[in-house]
């Protein structure tokens, strides 16, 4: 298997710009989340999906913010406008299992977006 | 608020020495993981300890879990050049969920 599929791998974009981030999870794997890295704020949970339905969204800091996973190969993450206090390195990650015992995460190389 | 922390924040070593990182969380676990990321790169799990088990290894990793003290220890030992990376805990904690919370990381430099 390819492993976790993230593109783009660098996105620099001018303040108020929609960017579009996407992910392939790995076949088969039911869970997938989107985490934030920051040296500030560390690895934040953004959002996870459970068989393509989200289920916790707490994490996304506001509304400027939306995710989407129309189907079981393909997710999205928007930020529509854009700041430049987003940029930051954006996870995708998928797992098989979740809740009690959560299992390993397989993680994507990562988005590194910069917003001027 | 971060659930795991992890001590210390930076270390730096010589090829073929040891290497310890510990990591502290806050409330009851499911079980606890230990990642490592590359430069630039994605985070790779490295282990996982369930919260009935003490001690699990793995190659040149040992882990530690003390649920008393609610700390763990991740052990690398005979180090090479290549373990170069930052190294992170992440607690499944009972009141998130299944959640997995990551911590802050450690970030071991291993000199050749």
């Known amino acids: 298997d390819a492993g976790v599929i993230q593109s783009p791998r660098h996105e620099v974009t001018e303040m108020g710009q929609e960017v579009t981030l996407r992910c392939k999870p790995i076949?088969?794997?039911?869970?997938l989340f989107w985490y934030r890295q920051t040296m500030m704020r560390g690895l934040e949970l953004l959002i996870y999906?459970?068989?393509?339905?989200?289920?916790?969204d707490s994490g996304m800091p506001e509304d400027r913010f939306s995710a989407k996973m129309p189907n079981a190969s393909f997710s999205t993450l928007k930020i529509q406008p854009s700041e430049p206090r987003d940029s930051a390195v954006y996870f995708c990650?998928?797992?098989?299992?979740?809740?009690?015992?959560?299992?390993?995460?397989?993680f994507g190389e990562g988005s590194r977006l910069t917003v001027l | 608020s971060q659930q795991g922390e992890e001590d210390p924040q930076a270390l730096s070593i010589q090829e073929g020495e040891n290497a310890t990182m510990n990591c502290s969380y806050k409330t009851s676990i499911n079980n606890l993981q230990w990642y490592r990321q590359n430069s630039g790169r994605g985070l790779v799990h490295l282990i996982l300890?369930?919260?009935?088990?003490r001690e699990k290894h793995s190659g040149r990793l040992r882990v530690t879990l003390d649920t008393s003290k609610k700390s763990s220890s991740l052990l690398i030992t005979a180090s090479r050049a290549a373990d170069t990376a930052s190294y992170f805990c992440?607690?499944?904690?009972?009141?998130?969920?299944?959640?997995?919370?990551f911590g802050q990381g450690t970030e071991l430099s291993v000199k050749p």
């Open positions: 076949s088969g794997h039911d869970y």
């Open positions: 300890i369930r919260s009935n088990e």
């Open positions: 990650a998928s797992s098989f299992s979740f809740g009690v015992n959560t299992g390993e995460l397989f």
């Open positions: 999906f459970n068989n393509n339905v989200p289920i916790d």
């Open positions: 992440a607690t499944d904690a009972r009141a998130q969920g299944g959640k997995l919370i």
